[in-house]
């Protein structure tokens, strides 16, 4: 059973990552920020984004039901109070010797239950945070690999106009959350979280 959540685990991460447009060439020199965190003024406080980062996985939990995990190897059980041990991506690639500052953002991924019916499952999630100022951007869905059984998920990507996006995926096998949130230039971020 462990490898079976681990499989559609992994599979769920890199469905997430390209929903959510996270996937760059290397060799690109473009920035890796989404469209709406490019708008979002980006003097944030870190302690701000990280909030907001739990506040959003937390309420997902919330909406979905169930016992929620952190997608790392110890599967641990899912705390929206635990502030510690996060660590922030960078937004840009700098040119050498340019002198630009550097951005960074909060992401995260939490691993939850299966559902029943992920087409209500959806409905219900996609309601709840358009109530709230998200705007769905994408949306699909797909059967789980022949070799896991039958089965199928939805996944879908909002966004918000402070440049928060949330790429929720409800399954009949395995149901997943991935924040990404919007670019700062506050230092601390460079931290791990304490």
Not at 35 to 61: G, W
Not at 76 to 86: H, R
Not at 158 to 171: I, K, M
């Amino acid at each position: 059973m462990n490898r079976l959540t681990l499989a559609v685990g992994s599979i769920a991460l890199a469905l997430a990552l390209t929903v959510a447009g996270c996937a760059t060439p290397f060799d690109s020199e473009d920035t890796m920020k989404s469209e709406n965190s490019q708008a979002v003024d980006q003097s944030r406080p870190a302690s701000e984004l990280l909030a907001r980062m739990l506040e959003l996985s937390d309420e997902t939990t919330k909406v979905h039901g169930g016992q929620w995990t952190y997608s790392n190897d110890a599967r641990s059980a899912w705390d929206g109070t635990k502030t510690s041990g996060y660590i922030a991506d960078t937004c840009t690639r700098l040119k050498p010797g340019s002198g630009e500052k550097r951005a960074y953002r909060y992401s995260s991924m939490i691993m939850g239950p299966a559902v029943e019916d992920p087409e209500a499952a959806m409905d219900k999630y996609v309601s709840h945070f358009e109530q709230q100022g998200f705007t769905e951007t994408n949306r699909y869905d797909s059967p789980v690999p022949k070799s896991l059984g039958p089965g199928y998920y939805i996944m879908v990507t909002l966004q918000d106009d402070e440049g928060s996006t949330l790429v929720y995926q409800a399954g009949t096998h395995l149901s997943s959350l991935s924040y990404e949130g919007p670019c700062s230039y506050d230092p601390a971020m460079e931290f791990r979280t304490t």
